[in-house]
């Protein structure tokens, strides 16, 4: 199967009596190439970002904001129904520029840990 891109190239290749000739036509043909799939990709990934953005949601978090923090993690011995899965609550003591690293401090122990934030 031709696509309208493979016919453009294939008519642009003439037929040489060298191998050298040949190859120099081929390289501009292939670098012709690259620079169409690195325009397309470009363009894809730009669209893609937009499809993206449209449904994603910025972190709404404020310094003293009390939270409580997932944890997925089920410790060995124990059965996954019976676990606690969040832990809290803590308190929001930073807020990074990117707005999605915080950091949480304890409320029971004042331990401190840097979080990254997930918002669903």
């Excluded at 129904?81 to 029971?108: A, E």
Aim: net charge positive.
């Amino acid at each position: 199967m031709l696509l309208s891109f493979d016919a453009k190239v294939l008519e642009e290749v003439e037929i040489t009596d060298t191998k050298h000739d040949y190859i120099k036509q081929m390289a501009e043909q292939i670098r012709l190439t690259q620079n169409i799939v690195k325009q397309n990709m470009l363009l894809n990934a730009s669209e893609m970002k937009q499809k993206f953005d449209q449904k994603s949601k910025q972190p709404h978090f404020a310094v003293g904001q009390r939270v409580l923090k997932h944890n997925p993690t089920t410790p060995v011995g124990s059965t996954a129904k019976l676990v606690k899965r969040w832990d809290g609550p803590y308190i929001i003591t930073d807020i990074s520029d990117d707005k999605y690293t915080v950091q949480l401090r304890k409320c029971l122990t004042g331990k401190v840990d840097p979080v990254y934030v997930s918002v669903d």
